[in-house]
């Protein structure tokens, strides 16, 4: 029925990654203190009204990679956007506007034809659009896809850029989140499913200009676990899982990654297209990290080198994220620490973050993108889908210093549905997005 897509939203938003600010057991104790495995951590105080301060000064323009990236989606200033519903995206001059593509693929061998007749996932018909296929997640009696195209047309209208974020590997898989979803790569009947669903997307995003994300998490995943950090040492059946395609590309990881990305070039043309980078990755979370001896901008290489191994040197941006949850809750909850220090004389805080986000970029050659950030802020009261976090509130009052590092834009939004939202901060976000457009936005080539 039409409409069941959008009460999809808040069901499929990514689950937490599993190891994401764990402390690991087999990691040196050096390791551990430079991870930030510590709960000593204490909020910091809402930044202020106003915007970076001084050593942020104008850049060399049309020469930096940020403002090359913007200018060929009709933009000159840093991007900003949520994962939000269609009411909310009208409230403020949000540039772009995300969704999430999560759940199940067809049990078909290739991408149904028609949700009434014949089509399932996981066993269920979706003849009443209920199965966990989204290419049914509509009015039924339309060709399938609809909930995409329909996302779509609903951004464009409004002057905004749609951003699909593919986040099917895990949820497809049947396999517990980590290193046991990464067996289901190798099965080419799985594969051959997943890259046919990945192809059907596609074809329903054809020739409009889109941002697609793919599969933030995975490629992390795929540095962790092999010994040697290599995209080699995993196996995957590409060649079997879709001979059209990926018919050239190397069994493992990186054949996989080349594969996806080069799909993006033949059945959608004008999309722009991005592999995430996790500050995880190395087993080391620099996000929280505590040592100010640390090599940030080394460890950052070490995640640039692993995606340029799958291919990130034929993309055009990367995503990086602060949290997949609001500061508040991991410490009401889980009694952690999440918080970074917007004064940035504590670790872990906003500068060093921006250090790995930059390092990452310069060695990719390629503009960054936050993703994901929290939505929540200092004046909630810590409680489900009213967290309190500084995310928000620091990175559109210092936007210089997000284009500094070669971030070309902040989208925001929930990691799962316990956490704050657009439609939960009070107007925040809104009042905040409007405040920085009013400013007339942060140009992207600036330099410290």
Same mark, same amino acid.
């Not at 799985?190 to 941002?211: P, S």
């Given at each position: 029925?039409?409409?069941?897509?959008?009460?999809?939203? &808040?069901?499929?938003?990514?689950?937490?990654?599993?190891?994401?600010?764990?402390?690991?057991?087999?990691?040196?104790?050096?390791?551990?203190?430079?991870?930030?495995?510590?709960?000593? &951590?204490?909020?910091?105080?809402?930044?202020?009204?106003?915007?970076?301060?001084?050593?942020?000064?104008?850049?060399?323009?049309?020469?930096?990679?940020?403002?090359?990236?913007?200018?060929?989606?009709?933009?000159?200033?840093?991007?900003?956007?949520?994962?939000?519903?269609?009411?909310?995206?009208?409230?403020?001059?949000?540039?772009?506007?995300?969704?999430?593509?999560?759940?199940?693929?067809?049990?078909?061998?290739?991408?149904?034809?028609?949700?009434?007749?014949?089509?399932?996932?996981?066993?269920?018909?979706?003849?009443?659009?209920?199965?966990?296929?989204?290419?049914?997640?509509?009015?039924?009696?339309?060709?399938?896809?609809?909930?995409?195209?329909?996302?779509?047309?609903?951004?464009?209208?409004?002057?905004?850029? @749609?951003?699909?974020?593919?986040?099917?590997?895990?949820?497809?898989?049947?396999?517990?989140?980590?290193?046991?979803?990464?067996?289901?790569?190798?099965?080419?009947?799985?594969?051959?499913?997943?890259?046919?669903?990945?192809?059907?997307?596609?074809?329903?995003?054809?020739?409009?200009?889109?941002?697609?994300?793919?599969?933030?998490?995975?490629?992390?995943?795929?540095?962790?676990?092999?010994?040697?950090?290599?995209?080699?040492?995993?196996?995957?059946?590409?060649?079997?899982?879709?001979?059209?395609?990926?018919?050239?590309?190397?069994?493992?990881?990186?054949?996989?990654?080349?594969?996806?990305?080069?799909?993006?070039?033949?059945?959608?043309?004008?999309?722009?297209?991005?592999?995430?980078?996790?500050?995880?990755?190395?087993?080391?979370?620099?996000?929280?990290?505590?040592?100010? &001896?640390?090599?940030?901008?080394?460890?950052?290489?070490?995640?640039?080198?692993?995606?340029?191994?799958?291919?990130? !040197?034929?993309?055009?941006?990367?995503?990086?994220?602060?949290?997949?949850?609001?500061?508040?809750?991991?410490?009401?909850?889980? !009694?952690?620490?999440?918080?970074?220090? @917007?004064?940035?004389?504590?670790?872990?805080?906003?500068?060093?973050?921006?250090?790995?986000?930059?390092?990452?970029?310069?060695?990719?050659?390629?503009?960054?993108?936050?993703?994901?950030? @929290?939505?929540?802020?200092?004046?909630?009261?810590?409680?489900?889908?009213?967290?309190?976090?500084?995310?928000?509130?620091?990175?559109?009052?210092?936007?210089?210093?997000?284009?500094?590092?070669?971030?070309? !834009?902040?989208?925001?939004?929930?990691?799962?549905?316990?956490?704050?939202?657009?439609?939960?901060?009070?107007?925040?976000?809104?009042?905040?997005?409007?405040?920085?457009?009013?400013?007339?936005?942060?140009?992207?080539?600036?330099?410290?």
């Amino acid at each position: 029925m039409r409409g069941r897509g959008r009460s999809r939203v &808040s069901d499929i938003m990514r689950t937490p990654a599993l190891f994401r600010r764990k402390c690991w057991p087999f990691l040196a104790a050096g390791l551990l203190a430079v991870a930030g495995c510590s709960d000593s &951590s204490e909020p910091g105080e809402e930044p202020g009204p106003g915007t970076d301060g001084p050593g942020v000064t104008p850049g060399e323009g049309s020469e930096c990679l940020g403002a090359k990236f913007l200018t060929t989606l009709g933009k000159s200033t840093l991007l900003v956007g949520a994962q939000m519903e269609e009411e909310t995206s009208a409230k403020a001059p949000f540039d772009v506007r995300y969704l999430y593509i999560a759940a199940g693929v067809f049990d078909s061998k290739d991408a149904c034809q028609s949700c009434t007749s014949g089509c399932s996932s996981g066993g269920t018909s979706c003849a009443n659009g209920g199965c966990n296929w989204w290419g049914c997640w509509q009015d039924v009696s339309e060709a399938p896809g609809a909930y995409v195209r329909d996302f779509i047309k609903a951004t464009q209208a409004k002057g905004q850029l @749609p951003f699909l974020t593919y986040y099917e590997a895990f949820q497809a898989s049947g396999y517990t989140e980590g290193e046991e979803q990464l067996k289901a790569l190798n099965d080419a009947a799985f594969l051959g499913r997943y890259l046919a669903d990945w192809r059907f997307l596609l074809k329903q995003v054809g020739q409009e200009k889109v941002l697609l994300q793919i599969e933030p998490d995975m490629w992390a995943y795929l540095q962790f676990f092999p010994k040697d950090g290599r995209a080699q040492s995993t196996a995957v059946a590409v060649k079997a899982a879709n001979p059209t395609d990926c018919g050239s590309q190397e069994n493992n990881a990186a054949g996989l990654g080349k594969c996806m990305i080069a799909m993006v070039r033949k059945y959608a043309p004008n999309a722009k297209v991005g592999l995430h980078a996790s500050a995880w990755a190395t087993k080391t979370d620099v996000s929280g990290n505590t040592d100010p &001896s640390f090599d940030v901008a080394s460890e950052a290489n070490k995640v640039a080198d692993f995606l340029l191994s799958v291919g990130a !040197g034929d993309t055009d941006f990367v995503t990086v994220e602060a949290s997949d949850r609001d500061a508040g809750w991991y410490q009401e909850t889980q !009694g952690k620490a999440g918080w970074w220090d @917007p004064e940035n004389r504590q670790l872990p805080h906003f500068h060093q973050a921006f250090t790995w986000a930059k390092a990452v970029s310069t060695r990719l050659n390629k503009p960054h993108l936050w993703w994901q950030l @929290p939505v929540g802020h200092m004046g909630l009261p810590n409680e489900e889908k009213k967290w309190r976090d500084n995310r928000v509130d620091y990175f559109l009052t210092h936007p210089g210093e997000v284009a500094a590092a070669g971030g070309v !834009g902040m989208l925001f939004g929930a990691g799962n549905y316990e956490q704050t939202t657009p439609e939960t901060d009070g107007g925040n976000l809104v009042k905040r997005v409007k405040a920085y457009k009013d400013a007339g936005g942060q140009a992207a080539c600036v330099k410290n």
